[in-house]
Nanobody
């Protein structure tokens, strides 16, 4: 059983930056896919960014060019650098881990509790 703990959320003005971090209680080496998902009030859960063990990445169209996902298997952490934030980025952001090679949230095996990101206009 692996626990994932997110940190780095908060309140920021539009155009600002935040860096989210996800710390795992154990090794993430065995997880092929590590992802960040978000859920805004009244909206569905959506993939923000994910990274596979080989380094390939996937981003939601709405964040491409603004967000960067990275993973450090030695430190058992996953990061999400968010730049040029917009009010529509406001959501609870979740870190997730999957043994399989997948971008589909339904296939992820472990989830963190989430961290709130609020972007003011």
């Amino acid at each position: 059983q692996v626990q994932l703990v997110e940190s780095g959320g908060g309140l920021v003005q539009a155009g600002g930056s935040l860096r989210l971090s996800c710390a795992a209680s154990g090794s993430i080496f065995s997880f092929n896919s590590m992802g960040w998902f978000r859920q805004a009030p009244g909206k569905q859960h959506e993939l923000v960014a994910a990274i596979r063990s080989g380094g390939s990445t996937k981003y939601a169209a709405s964040v491409k060019g603004r967000f960067t996902v990275s993973r450090d298997n030695a430190e058992n952490t996953v990061q999400l650098q968010m730049n040029s934030l917009k009010p529509e980025d406001t959501a609870v952001y979740y870190c997730a881990a999957a043994y399989g090679s997948t971008w589909n949230g339904d296939d992820y095996d472990y989830w963190g509790q989430g961290t709130q990101v609020t972007v003011s206009s």
